[in-house]
């Protein structure tokens, strides 16, 4: 079954008798058979088992509530002596504008024996929560629920002896009360059901002293009797729409499961296919910490992993370059070895090599050439053009008068290869009838 990103792949029925919750080699047992290996586990437990209580707070801020809610469990807790756990819903406001919290707590003992299990199996839940919680997800999921936008939705489970009613808004839980009038059977139990969900739905309009509109419906899942589901169905004050009814139309297997097995279904499925962050969270201090840790150690895997894939790209990436150069110099070898008519004029490294009847020079040349032809004059001849080292430069020529001379040096000092050039010198040859009487050189910086 998939919705969305996630999906269900597993479902085990384990039988009573075969103690699977004092025996984790069952559950070892069925994760090697079906070869599932279980990670962060959600623990689900009866609403029952908690106790619910509804309070009045004149604030809307998170952090604030958090600490009046603390505040009010650790006053309770001092009362009772026990460890407790709890967690916290808002619910909405009422008529004075008051932030409606419903606070669930429970004895850590009621959890021990739940997490113990998991702990021998070497495993930590990620979440302990209440069955309410994924029956209130499941029935986001169904096409009534989500056309009943705006009004309110009524549950009625049963389990062994226990009922719980909620009322939902959207996908908050508004109200829940869970009674219990075992062992009383028959008709009678019947009538004094129908009697409970009038006061539930009295006390919840009281709640928060506003007119509600709930929708038509009311959902009821668990082992009902037919006594207690013919009441329901002609004296209720909605029409019943029993859930596993739906589940079976959606999930024909699901009809050899017993009425508890179906209603332990319905829970889970509403975790799995419609997951929220906003569910409430029961487990103890010291499992939430191990989570944290696990959750840093998982973070940092992940890093160093990114980090080494990074790495190990970066080396390819540069190793393929490195090849790629070799083969290239070793092409120029190759070719360089094959020529014979190769002329080295000067410094080759920087003036430049002929092979194949192309000249081929260094950007240092090509620039000095540039500069050379720009600043060129009919009265002035060079002789020499060396480059060392690629940075040095010296020119050396003639010129028809030492003014001539002046002019082309001064040509040459305006171009950005010869701003640091200066006049070695500059002699003026005593055989006046000589073309070019004036010597000179320049050297660059």
């Known amino acids: 079954m998939r919705h969305r990103s996630r999906r269900l792949t597993h479902c085990f029925a384990i039988k009573e008798e075969e103690d699977a919750l004092n025996n984790p080699q069952v559950l070892e047992r069925y994760f090697r058979k079906h070869r599932f290996r279980p990670k962060d586990p959600i623990v689900v437990i009866p609403r029952h088992l908690a106790s619910v209580q509804t309070l009045r707070l004149p604030s809307q801020d998170k952090h604030e509530l958090e600490e009046m809610v603390r505040l009010h469990v650790s006053r309770e807790g001092s009362f009772s002596g026990d460890e407790v756990i709890y967690d916290y819903q808002f619910a909405g406001l009422d008529a004075q504008g008051y932030a409606l919290v419903h606070v669930y707590s429970l004895p850590k003992g009621r959890l021990d024996h739940y997490l113990q299990i998991l702990k021998k199996l070497e495993l930590n839940p990620s979440l302990v929560t209440f069955n309410v919680e994924g029956m209130r997800q499941w029935l986001l999921l169904q096409k009534a629920s989500r056309d009943a936008k705006g009004r309110f939705l009524c549950l009625l489970s049963a389990g062994l002896d226990v009922f719980d009613f909620n009322v939902f808004c959207g996908s908050r839980i508004y109200f829940s009360r869970s009674f219990s009038f075992s062992p009383i059977t028959g008709q009678e139990r019947a009538s004094l059901l129908l009697r409970e969900i009038k006061m539930s739905l009295e006390l919840c309009r009281r709640l928060g002293g506003v007119e509600f509109i709930f929708d038509k419906k009311i959902y009821v899942a668990g082992g009902f009797s037919p006594e207690e589901l013919e009441a329901l169905q002609k004296h209720s004050f909605f029409d019943a729409v029993v859930i596993e009814d739906e589940m079976n139309a959606w999930y024909p297997l699901l009809g050899s499961f017993s009425a508890q097995e179906r209603l332990s279904f319905a829970p889970s499925l509403g975790l799995v296919l419609n997951p929220e962050s906003g569910c409430m969270d029961m487990r103890p201090p ?40 070799a083969g290239a110099l070793m092409r120029l070898r190759r070719e360089m070895s094959a020529q014979t008519d190769v002329m080295k004029i000067g410094d080759a490294v920087a003036r430049g090599v002929w092979i194949d009847d192309k000249r081929v020079a260094t950007r240092a040349y090509q620039d000095v050439l540039a500069a050379l032809g720009r600043c060129g004059d009919a009265d002035i001849i060079l002789k020499e053009c060396s480059i060392q080292g690629g940075v040095k430069i010296s020119l050396a020529g003639y010129g028809k008068d030492m003014t001539h001379v002046l002019d082309y040096v001064g040509s040459l000092k305006a171009e950005r290869v010869f701003q640091k050039a200066r006049l070695e010198y500059l002699v003026q040859n005593k055989d006046a009838q000589a073309e070019w009487p004036v010597s000179f050189k320049v050297v660059s910086p």
Request: one cysteine or more; proline letters at 0%.
């Open 286 to 325: 010291e499992c939430k910490a191990e989570a944290r840790g696990r959750a840093v150690s998982r973070w940092w895997y992940h890093v160093a992993f990114l980090f080494c894939g990074f790495t190990f790209m970066l080396w390819f990436l540069y190793a393929a370059k490195l090849v790629r150069d």
